[in-house]
């Protein structure tokens, strides 16, 4: 009940959506092979999941998470790192700022050079941008961290690794899980995206979207892209239970 008194705004605004969308095809305002109805897309879901849905959305879903695990995994430490050497992150910002403002899908024909085609491709390209992310944001964490306690920690005769894992790694934490959170949504845009139009391997949820669409299986198509935003409102809602719980410590976070 109290999730539900939180998001009835947007729980409203969802349902107004549905009803436009419902009188609009009720009135036939627009063709039906553009827009189908609501209802058809809702008697779609049960034959989608019958199909090959389920089995789409475990291996979609994989990649992106394989995807966030090597983009964390390598950018938050070396983000830290470089937010503590500040002079180290002053001679590579402007080439890792160039990086970024490359678009990973035009780098995708390198990463089937290096890496071959195949499942590590479609996994490297989706956590490029997301390390990218995950690294700056680190950085800009670490440089705001509270001097008092960096002070502190060099008077307690901390190294550089202690320092990064005892404070630094907790004073940039909301700066990551803005990153994270971020990373997210460029993952789950690329995998799908590859999946849909290099088509690599013939399973995943954009390659099931690409196949109803040339199908003209429309209140498929339709569904099968709901369900995608599906997964990255709770792939957010993930990330924010998780920042939630690790930032309890913080003064601005609130009980739920």
Not at 23 to 43: G, H
Not at 52 to 60: E, G, I
Request: aromatic residues 8%.
């Amino acid at each position: 009940m109290a999730w539900f008194k939180r998001n009835s705004r947007a729980l409203l605004f969802v349902a107004a959506l549905v009803g436009v969308w419902a009188a609009v095809t009720a009135l036939r305002l627009v063709d039906p092979i553009v827009l189908p109805s609501p209802a058809s897309v809702a008697r779609a879901v049960p034959r989608m999941l019958r199909e090959r849905l389920l089995s789409d959305v475990a291996l979609t879903l994989g990649r992106v998470l394989g995807a966030l695990a090597i983009a964390c995994l390598f950018g938050i430490p070396l983000g830290l790192y470089l937010g503590y050497r500040k002079g180290m992150y002053q001679v590579i910002e402007s080439p890792l700022h160039a990086l970024r403002s490359i678009p990973a899908s035009a780098l995708f024909p390198l990463f089937l050079i290096i890496i071959g085609v195949g499942e590590k491709s479609i996994v490297a390209l989706a956590a490029y941008p997301s390390l990218l992310v995950i690294l700056v944001n680190a950085v800009s964490g670490a440089t705001l961290a509270n001097k008092r306690r960096l002070y502190q920690a060099r008077l307690l005769g901390l190294d550089t690794l202690d320092t990064i894992t005892e404070v630094l790694f907790y004073e940039a934490l909301p700066n990551i899980f803005d990153g994270i959170r971020t990373a997210v949504s460029y993952a789950l845009l690329l995998v799908i995206a590859v999946e849909m139009f290099i088509g690599l391997d013939e399973r995943g949820l954009g390659r099931a979207i690409y196949e109803y669409q040339s199908t003209y299986r429309i209140p498929e198509t339709y569904g099968a892209i709901i369900v995608a935003g599906v997964i990255g409102i709770l792939l957010n809602a993930v990330v924010s239970q998780i920042e939630h719980r690790m930032l309890r410590w913080l003064p601005n976070v609130q009980e739920d």
